[in-house]
């Protein structure tokens, strides 16, 4: 009896931590953390590795934080929806309240560590992206896609924080792999909301353009942002960051990344089923697309 009761203790315990770790949404969280070490290596003068380190850990807890409170305040949404219905705080395997207290631990943890391995700059950007995320754009998903412009902000500060904690400074370089992340957001958030559109629509969530409809005009949008990514993929090798090798790779992604949105247009004149499809393979293009290009940046650096 002892020995029943003692494994159900660990089950118990096993299946609550399980639960934390969800919380931090881990996929997203590491590609933050990695964003931020990617922006550090980049502005890196004298390079160290146990900077880089805390870095990405500080990141991917402040993330991890950012990730949880929105989770909190999207709690009854998360309900409505098959993709986020199974998430711990939807299915009552964590409450809101032990939810907070995992927040406010996981956020000051995060940003202690920032603030004791980089600098004041860093930290405040950190602050102000968890505050973007969390408090501004969770609640405007409901309200139009101007949440996908704000939600792009702290998308794309991770490579800038990075930049900022090598370097203690913002420059037009850093600007630039600042606007490259930024560029990229807009494809990635509409190539996400196209397919999720039935479950977001449960949720009350609006965050496709052209009045929120998956027609040609909201392709023909999706396809000028990815083409914006062409000219920025030179810039990285302009401004000295990196050289030819990289800026050539780059632009030939955003070509091929651009490439994919013709296909959706072509689509929507097909039928739903069929842009549905090219939206999905403009997500996954989007998944491959930021990955590839930050790799290639540091390795031409290197």
């Known amino acids: 009896m002892a020995e029943l009761i003692l494994n159900t203790i660990q089950l118990s315990t096993k299946e609550h931590i399980k639960a934390y770790v969800e919380l931090l949404k881990m996929r997203l969280s590491l590609l ?7 922006g550090y290596a980049l502005g890196a003068v004298n390079f160290s590795w146990a900077t880089m380190g805390w870095l990405f850990l500080g990141g991917f807890l402040v993330s991890g934080a950012s990730v949880t409170i929105n989770q909190i305040l999207e709690k009854d949404y998360d309900k409505l929806m098959k993709r986020t219905q199974n998430r711990p705080l939807p299915t009552n395997r964590i409450s809101v309240s032990e939810a907070k207290v995992f927040t406010v631990i996981v956020g000051i943890l995060g940003l ?3 603030a004791l391995t980089t600098n004041l700059l860093t930290v405040s950007l950190s602050i102000l992206s968890l505050v973007l995320y969390s408090f501004i754009y969770t609640p405007l998903k409901r309200v139009g896609p101007i949440a996908v412009f704000v939600g792009a902000i702290p998308g794309a500060l991770p490579p800038l924080l990075g930049w900022v904690a090598a370097t203690g400074h913002i420059s037009m370089a850093a600007l630039v792999i600042f606007g490259l992340q930024f560029i990229w957001q ?10 999720a559109d039935e479950d977001y629509k449960k949720a009350g969530f609006k965050l496709l353009p052209a009045g929120g409809r998956k027609d040609l005009n909201t392709a023909f949008q999706i396809m ?7 000219p920025l993929g030179v810039l990285p090798s302009q401004f000295g960051i990196t050289g030819l090798y990289s800026a050539f790779v780059v632009t030939l992604c955003g070509a091929l990344f651009f490439a994919q949105t013709f296909y959706l247009m072509k689509q929507c004149l097909v039928g739903e089923e069929s842009s549905y499809k090219a939206a999905r393979s403009i997500m996954f293009g989007s998944f491959l697309y930021l990955p590839v290009v930050q790799i290639t940046l540091i390795l031409d650096k290197v």
């Open 32 to 38: 933050v953390a990695f964003s931020s070490a990617f």
């Open 112 to 114: 202690s560590i920032l």
């Open 186 to 195: 807009f494809p990635h958030f509409w190539a996400i909301a196209w397919v």
């Open 224 to 230: 000028i942002y990815t083409m914006v990514l062409i």
